[in-house]
């Protein structure tokens, strides 16, 4: 079987991506706080889950194990954020640099959350076969 190693270098660099956004969650968490929907108690607990599941979604993508489940989880959670958390701010915004930066985090989220059902639809139980 041929080895796509485009393909490698793209997992891996999500992976990155995703580790530094999960650490980034941890070292601050209070940047972070203004993205948790009010009615949810403890907001903090919930910004380290967060962390927690995308360092997790790359180390299983990085280990390529559990990657088909790590994938599909990783895309409902971006899926989410996009749609619930972003786009309720974006409605809400009082001006106009409000909603473009909410924009952006809607598509930036939903082009991961497609590359992340990418890999999804990549895997079987054995993993991502390249």
Known sequence: ??????????IYILSAV???FGIYHFKNPKAMMEYVPPDLP??????KIVGAAFI???ISFV???FVKIAAYLLAAML????FVVHL??????????VKVHELINILK??????FALHIAGSADSHGIKF
């Open 88 to 97: 309720k701010i974006y409605m809400d915004a009082g001006t106009d640099d």
């Open 56 to 58: 997790l979604a790359a």
């Open 18 to 20: 995703m580790i530094f």
């Open 109 to 114: 989220d939903t082009a991961l959350a497609a």
């Open 1 to 10: 079987m041929k080895k796509h190693i485009v393909s490698h270098i793209a």
């Open 42 to 47: 403890n907001p903090i607990i919930w910004i």
């Open 63 to 65: 280990f390529n194990k």
């Open 79 to 82: 899926f989410i954020f996009a």
